[in-house]
T-cell receptor
Framework: NAGVTQTPKFQVLKTGQSMTLQCAQD?????MYWYRQDPGMGLRLIYY???????DKGEVPNGYNVSRLNKREFSLRLESAAPSQTSVYFC????????????FGPGTRLTVT | GQQVMQIPQYQHVQEGEDFTTYCNSS?????IQWYKQRPGGHPVFLIQ?????EVKKQKRLTFQFGEAKKNSSLHITATQTTDVGTYFC??????????????FGKGTLLTVNP
């Protein structure tokens, strides 16, 4: 099993460009999450999907949209990238919402110039 | 807002010394999870504590959950270079019914001098 996979691993965007970060899990987990990690800030929740067909805002949702395409896949879209969105983005999944351990993907390092 | 505070932010030790990181919340936690992130890596789940006063051990790691379920600690005995990384706590706060919020602390970066 691959666990949680993310693509791409690295990306450089110019201000105003758009892109979609892809995430997939093969553990048959119900819940999926997107976090961003900035130096000294820990992990901050952007959006989460408690189950297939549902999505909810986390702590820092502004500037992002998400799609739970099916039970396996959860994508994060930046419609108009800004330098403040330079960060490392982690996708995670868990058996159930929040009450269970989360499995993280390897991350996407995004730089917006 | 509700926060989970973690101290210290950094800790440098000599190999063989002990290490402790602390996590504190202003709100009662439903549970607390601990994760480790190696440099350049992703967070990896270590353990979850649920009960008041709970103590769990994993080899040289000891995890405690406070009696009031507002604080937790992770203690490493006789650190090794393989312990290097950032340790995060994540507190689960109930906002009523089946609604929960998981808040991560900012982490403690542990470096070990061989």
């Amino acid at each position: 099993n691959a666990g949680v996979t993310q693509t791409p691993k690295f990306q450089v965007l110019k201000t105003g460009q758009s892109m979609t970060l892809q995430c997939a899990q093969d553990m048959n987990h119900n819940s999926m999450y997107w976090y961003r990690q900035d130096p000294g800030m820990g992990l901050r929740l952007i959006y989460y999907s408690a189950s297939e067909g549902t999505t909810d805002k986390g702590e820092v949702p502004n500037g992002y949209n998400v799609s739970r395409l099916n039970k396996r896949e959860f994508s994060l879209r930046l419609e108009s990238a800004a330098p403040s969105q330079t960060s490392v983005y982690f996708c995670a999944s868990s058996e159930g919402q929040f009450l269970y351990e989360q499995y993280f993907g390897p991350g996407t390092r995004l730089t917006v110039t | 807002g509700q926060q989970v505070m973690q101290i210290p932010q950094y800790q440098h030790v000599q190999e063989g010394e002990d290490f402790t990181t602390y996590c504190n919340s202003s709100t009662t936690l439903s549970n607390i999870q601990w994760y480790k992130q190696r440099p350049g890596g992703h967070p990896v789940f270590l353990i979850q504590l649920v009960k008041s006063g709970e103590v769990k051990k994993q080899k040289r790691l000891t995890f405690q959950f406070g009696e009031a379920k507002k604080n937790s600690s992770l203690h490493i005995t006789a650190t090794q270079t393989t312990d290097v990384g950032t340790y995060f706590c994540a507190g689960l706060i109930s906002s009523g019914g089946s609604n929960y919020k998981l808040t991560f602390g900012k982490g403690t970066l542990l470096t070990v001098n061989p």
